[in-house]
């Protein structure tokens, strides 16, 4: 079966750090742009930040920049978020999300909740004292 696996959220202070991983089952990630994308209640999934395959292009919401970090370990085919300086405002659901541009598109990374190949299953994350 091929799916993605997040792990790493839980429960934070305000101020304090997580880092978020995703990796892939049943396939690998070698060719495919990811991105994190995240849900609070009552709200629309929107995308967090992006890395494309090649890891030399990235992207980040304007909420998250110069706190979150996102990097991928093409040796192990895995993804990380680093998320730092977490707000109550961060709480969601976090999900990783895989596009396959192949071979020629490496640096690509865009994608939306509806062009995304595959999704994880979510991880919480809850920002409060």
């Known amino acids: 079966q091929l799916q993605l696996v997040e792990s790493g959220g839980g429960l934070v202070q305000p101020g304090g750090s997580l880092r978020l991983s995703c990796a892939a089952s049943?396939?690998?990630?070698?060719?495919?742009?990811i991105g994190w994308f995240r849900q609070a209640p009552g709200k629309e999934r929107e995308g967090v930040s992006y890395?494309?395959?090649?890891?030399?292009?990235?992207n980040y919401a304007d909420s998250v920049k110069g706190r979150f970090t996102i990097s991928r370990d093409n040796v192990k085919i895995t993804v990380y978020l680093q998320m730092n300086s977490l707000k109550p405002e961060d709480t969601a659901v976090y999900y990783c999300?895989?596009?396959?541009?192949?071979?020629?598109?490496?640096?690509?990374?865009?994608?939306?909740?509806?062009?995304?190949?595959?999704w994880g299953q979510g991880t919480q994350v809850t920002v409060s004292s």
């Open positions: 999300a895989a596009k396959n541009y192949g071979y020629g598109l490496r640096r690509m990374y865009s994608m939306s909740p509806s062009t995304a190949d595959y």
């Open positions: 049943g396939f690998s990630l070698y060719y495919y742009a």
């Open positions: 890395i494309s395959s090649s890891g030399d292009s990235t």
